[in-house]
């Protein structure tokens, strides 16, 4: 199966989709923010980034970007349910724009969550 990181600052969020994936399978790292998150990336070789968009010390649009620049860089799927001042769609147009893989609205349905991981995954 795949080695996956998430970055998400929600501690509940993180446990929640590590176990999620591990049952499926799956090799899952974490890191609370997107600057821990690259970091890790920087030592280990992941197959999928799953990222939040909304995070303290690095969002997920940098965290998109610092990956894309990348020669070999990871699939990403990007996750959020906006905030108070950025709505929820025109974050996950513009992750979609700067090539994340997918988009996925929060709260997280498990199994459009599945669907996304192994389409992602198959390329």
Known sequence: ???ILVIDDEPDICFI???????????VDTAENGKLG????EVNDYDL???DMIMPEMDGLEVIAALKARPQAPRIIALTGGSERLDRSLL???AKAMRADKVIAKPIDMKVLRAAVDEVLAG
């Open 1 to 3: 199966m795949a080695r």
């Open 17 to 27: 989709l590590k176990t999620f994936l591990t049952r499926d399978g799956h090799t």
């Open 38 to 41: 690259i970091q890790l990336t």
């Open 49 to 51: 980034v799953v990222t």
């Open 92 to 94: 996950l147009s513009t």
